[in-house]
């Protein structure tokens, strides 16, 4: 087992890292869509009734609406009228929303789209003021509350790509590139949210290329397995149980 890193002294992302992580975390989902063979898009992924290309037209949706804030408030405004009518959370009738409006597009646009609203994202990202970073955003998602619009940009608007990546790689049988300096920040990350909301005692041992051991308090349960699975769970992408038992947003 590696030497064991405690939780509370994970470091925590400032925007000049996240920033480092997000570019990074793009690049490899940009070249990873780069490799997709044309009868690749449309694989089953894990979220359920997503293909690769309708998961991936959510990305596109999703970067429309980091690029620019007028997107962003009709994206918003749209999904919160169809939660009411729905019932559904609003982060739910937004990413169908995102689908639904690139479904038309061919693969080469979707994939010429995403080139080009990533970068804009991506500057929009690293540009945001330091007052607007702090200021309250609702995530509406059960057990969540306010978050900060710098949470939303920094931390979930990387790990949301970077899990679609590992699901994309899933669904096509592709390799997934992992790198301790950037996968393994990623985990580190997740485990620092998700450790306080478990509130127990602990010692983890996440394996392969993205793991490392941590730990909280003495005397709690070890669990060992790998760090992307890890994280799969918390998405809710596998059942957790027990230990696992506590969800992280991504």
Known sequence: MSPATPVDAIPPLDHDEAM??????????LALVDDLRADEWQRPTDCTGWTVRDMLGHLLGMMKLQA??????RQIKTAAELAHRSGQLRLTEMTAL????????????LRHGLYETATR????????????RTAPYDSELPG????TLGYLFDIIHTRDPWLHRVDICRATDQGLFLTAEHDGRIVENVVADWAPR???PFILELTGPAGATFTAGTDGVHLRMDAI?????????ET???????????
């Open 229 to 237: 699975e890890f994280c799969r769970t918390l998405s809710g992408r």
């Open 144 to 147: 969540e509350g306010m978050w």
């Open 68 to 73: 620019d804030p007028e997107e962003r408030e």
């Open 121 to 132: 994202g991506l500057a929009a990202r690293r540009a945001l003021p330091a007052g607007l």
């Open 20 to 29: 480092e992580l997000a570019e990074a975390e793009i690049s490899r989902l």
């Open 198 to 200: 478990h509130g127990r």
């Open 98 to 109: 995102q689908v639904r409006e690139q479904a038309d597009l061919s693969t080469d646009s």
């Open 240 to 250: 957790g149980t027990g230990i696992l038992a506590t969800p992280v947003t991504f």
